[in-house]
């Protein structure tokens, strides 16, 4: 059993390596999406600047009058930002492609927010290797495939892990060649291996359909979530939605900011669910940013008809509302955060020391032949 295993642990590596590679270095740059888009963009997230209320409408006039085919997902106030943020899809763009645009209200300006193009290529890149469907399935096998060389590699190491379970995080620099790689090779590989459990899990999540289905059946959630956690399959694709009074949305919004609601970040959804506006928000307390609060205006009545936070939500759907940033290391924080960033860059060292630990068998092995 071990010798199959060990074929299959560098069977998947040797030829997975450059897919691994990829998928890991650019999953690396997405760690820290929201830190870099905020650092291009200075003069729009900047907390000294006084920012002024903005109305929906307005704003949906301005980006009308710039992009007249666009159409706006949501407008969102951002305590870091000094101008309100709208995500607006173009013609001819994917749901998925669509970007975010800081609108100053004074001069009617719409400004695409910096980084937000390269971001998209990452994560296209990063899920579908910019292939479409082949694409993704690739990045789907990989992901299996990770998982399998993850446990795996557990698996050949369980003898020492037995035996010497903290000698097995050690590495010893006096060792050479073979011996050396070997050992630096496993004892990265255990101190990475929570991160690269958690990375692959949850990246299966949205590879089959059938671990999302699976994962949003055990969890009691009914609808499948979107990439994001807090957006829903669009229902009645390609029909012709239906003219919303914008002044729905302004009301809604007002109704919002004169509730009392302590928010830090507040996006306002531009669709309509009967005489309901929906709007999700993050507060000082929320346990990571995608812990979105729901709230439900009535734009008839002119009052919050629902209030459901995140924290009183089943375990199940707080899991699938957060698989982002369980993928991302977000979910425990800042630690979690760069412990994935570090171990998307370390599947380089793995990819390196696993194909000179081939090659140096290859040569063994040749040699072996040789004397023969």
Same mark, same amino acid.
């Given at each position: 059993?071990?010798?199959?295993? @060990? +074929?299959?642990?560098w069977f998947l590596g040797i030829f997975l390596f450059l897919f691994l590679s990829l998928a890991a270095l650019s999953g690396a740059v997405l760690s820290f999406e929201k830190e870099i888009i905020t650092a291009l !963009? ?13 109305? %929906? ?7 009308? +009058? ?5 159409? #706006? ?16 899809? +173009? %013609? ?39 292939? !479409? ?35 097995? =995080? ?12 070997? &050992? =630096? ?25 059938? #671990?999302?289905?699976? @994962? ?28 919303? %009074? ?7 919004? &007002? ?58 939500? %089943? ?16 979910? @425990?924080?800042?630690?979690? &955060?760069?412990?994935? =960033? ?6 380089? #060292? ?23």
């Open positions: 059993m071990r010798k199959i295993w @060990f +074929q299959i642990h !963009n200075p003069k729009i997230y900047n907390k000294t600047e006084e920012k002024k209320p903005f109305v %929906p409408s307005e704003i949906l006039e301005i980006i009308k +009058q710039r992009y007249p085919k666009g159409r #706006v997902m949501l407008i969102m106030e951002d305590k870091e930002a000094i101008f309100p943020i709208a995500r607006i899809m +173009q %013609p001819g763009q994917k749901g998925h492609e669509s970007m975010f645009y800081a609108i100053n209200p004074e001069i009617k300006e719409v400004t695409l927010l910096k980084g937000e193009k390269m971001f998209k290529f990452m994560d296209d890149f990063h899920r579908r290797l910019s292939a !479409n469907v082949i694409g993704k399935e690739i990045v789907a096998f990989t992901t299996l495939a990770l998982l399998v060389l993850t446990l795996s590699g557990v698996y050949l190491y369980w003898g020492r892990l037995r035996h010497r379970f903290f000698a097995s =995080f050690k590495i010893d620099f006096r060792k050479k060649g073979r011996a050396f790689l070997y &050992q =630096f090779h496993s004892a990265i590989g255990m101190w990475l291996l929570p991160w690269y459990l958690l990375m692959t899990l949850s990246g299966l999540y949205w590879s089959y359909g059938w #671990v999302t289905n699976t @994962f949003n059946f055990i969890a009691g959630v009914e609808v499948a979530m979107k990439h994001g956690g807090h957006g829903k399959k669009m229902q009645n694709k390609g029909k012709e939605e239906p003219q919303i %009074p914008v002044q729905r949305f302004d009301e809604a919004w &007002q109704v919002f900011v004169n509730s009392g609601i302590a928010y830090e970040k507040a996006m306002i959804m531009l669709f309509v669910k009967g005489k309901m506006v929906s709007i999700n928000y993050l507060d000082a307390t929320s346990s990571h940013p995608e812990a979105y609060n729901a709230v439900m205006v009535d734009t008839r009545e002119k009052k919050v008809a629902m209030h459901k936070k995140f924290e009183d939500l %089943p375990l199940g759907e707080q899991l699938a509302k957060s698989m982002v940033v369980l993928h991302s290391g977000e979910y @425990f924080g800042r630690v979690g &955060q760069i412990s994935v =960033f570090i171990a998307s860059l370390g599947m380089g #060292v793995f990819v390196i020391t696993g194909w000179m630990l081939y090659l140096d068998r290859r040569k063994k092995k040749k040699r072996k032949m040789e004397k023969i």
